[in-house]
């Protein structure tokens, strides 16, 4: 028996040993920095919309012409996530609007601290004109942006129509966060095997408050919708 | 990939914990990864064990990992089934699929969806 505790297990010392229970989230950090970047999203006056998708499915081209469509009524600014170059901040800013670009060097996802530096860089972008909506573009990625909260409003998920429908079932703890669907290249449908209602199902199973999209930021169909959803989320 | 920035931060926060209770090296870390997190458990402990060796109080540190089984809410009812747990350091496979096959045990509906599960918590620290 041990002689300290009485306890009938011998394969135990007592030196120096001591048992901590922590009982805190190892997101802590990103989360505690996250809320600090939704006051300070507020404070600017607007509300962030964080787009999460795999690359190429057609976020930047949605933002440009979401700018097009809004023109002045509305002011956006922009904070690009991406591993290497200017490339996506330059199509913002050759439209006029104010856009911050983040290279990561090779992390595959934003957190809530390289999101507060460029708040502040985009403050500062923005001469004192103030924001309505601040779009932060993730990382290129379906997988890894989901575990970190940046402070968004919102969460929106884009998915072109050449990746498939089936990316729902593939990738579901990314839909299991997000806010709002949003099915791209709908002029494509005539040449993929894409099933929309499968993609709707699938992912309403995961996440059943998920709102939905279809649109074509090419042709432009689809695309009111989707200028309505802001203008009622900037109402709201 | 994110793994290893998440094992990381659990690496900060021991050095940081120990350094608080004057312990020379941690024995143990206790760490709970839900069965939403997208976390790959197989990955964050072979990031945390590549760079715990980086540091003497953490070199030697055991790595615990809990996986909690899902759990399913029914749309229709609310009540919350429960799926099958992983094994040790490993989560269930296919955590949102078998949905497709499971009925609320209440009330019979097909209607379930993931409910929590999106925790990656530090339990439990043993110090000396």
Partial sequence: ????????????????????????SLLEANQKQAASNKTHIEKMGAIAI???SSPGSGKTTLLERTIDEL??????????GDIETERDADRIRAKGVPAVQLTTGGACHLDAPMVHGGLHVLEHF??????????????????????FDLGEHHRAILLSVPEG????????????????????KTDLLQHFDFDIEEAKSEALKIQPDLDILCFSSTTGEGFDQWITYLKNLLSA | MHELSLAQNLLDQLLQLSKQHDAKIVTKATV????????????????????????????????????????????????????????TNEHPKAVYETINDKLCSACGSSRLSPSGGTELILKQLEME
């Fill in chain 1, 71 to 80: 023109g002045d009524s509305v002011k956006i600014g922009v904070i690009e």
């Fill in chain 1, 126 to 147: 923005g001469k004192g004109k103030g924001f309505d909506i601040i779009f932060i573009e993730n990382v290129g990625n379906l997988v890894c942006p989901a575990t």
């Fill in chain 1, 165 to 184: 429908s089936d990316k729902p079932v593939k990738y579901p703890t990314t839909f299991k966060g997000a806010d709002l669907f949003m099915i791209t």
């Fill in chain 2, 32 to 87: 709970i990864i839900g069965p939403f997190s997208g976390i790959v458990v197989e990955s964050f402990a072979f990031g945390f064990n590549a760079i715990k060796q980086d540091h003497p109080p953490t070199a030697t540190a055991d790595l615990i990992l809990e996986t909690p089984a899902p759990e399913y809410i029914c749309l229709d009812c609310n009540t919350i089934n429960t799926g099958d747990a992983g094994t």
């Fill in chain 1, 50 to 52: 964080n787009l999460i």
């Fill in chain 1, 1 to 24: 028996m041990c002689d300290v505790c009485g306890c009938q297990l011998h394969d135990h010392h007592h030196s120096d040993s001591k048992i901590v229970e922590v009982n805190q």
